[in-house]
């Protein structure tokens, strides 16, 4: 069953218990799906890996707005954005810990023989595409530099 069909379930499931936070996330992700199908350049249906970049749109999103909102003392915004949040990321794959997304980024610095600064983007780019959706690009970036600024 693709994601589509997934989130349309659900949306019919939270339509009935009148779960009214589940429906607004699941609405913004059948949004956001529907407009990464009509895409300029877009095939015919949406493949796994952008719908996971889809989701992890929708997941930043929702983070900077929370983060927005409880900076201007606003827990009523604060409270709606985390509740989708918590909707959105239940249809992501599980992420790594920090300690796992080390463990691998130090293995490919071995294999890419990795030594400095200079190697940043070669070893970014492979960890990247590798760890499409299983990590947060900002630890990603993160762990890097620590790796290759000493």
Request: hydrophobic share 40%; net charge neutral; proline share 1%.
């Amino acid at each position: 069953m693709s994601l589509q069909q997934t989130i349309d379930q659900d949306i019919k499931a939270a339509m009935l218990n009148k779960d009214s936070a589940k429906l607004r996330g699941l609405r913004a992700i059948k949004a956001a799906l529907l407009l990464a199908k009509t895409e300029k350049g877009a095939e015919e249906g949406v493949s796994e890996e952008m719908e996971i970049k889809v989701l992890q749109k929708l997941v930043k999103q929702r983070k900077e707005s929370a983060d927005i909102y409880q900076a201007q003392n606003r827990p009523d915004l604060f409270e709606i954005e985390n509740e989708e949040l918590q909707v959105i990321e239940a249809y992501l794959p599980k992420q790594m810990d920090r300690d796992a997304i080390i463990f691998y980024i130090k293995e490919v610095v071995t294999r890419t023989g990795a030594t400095s600064m200079k190697d940043m983007g070669r070893v970014m780019g492979l960890v990247n595409k590798e760890l499409a959706g299983k990590a947060d690009g900002k630890t990603i970036s993160e762990v890097v530099k620590e790796l290759l600024g000493n």
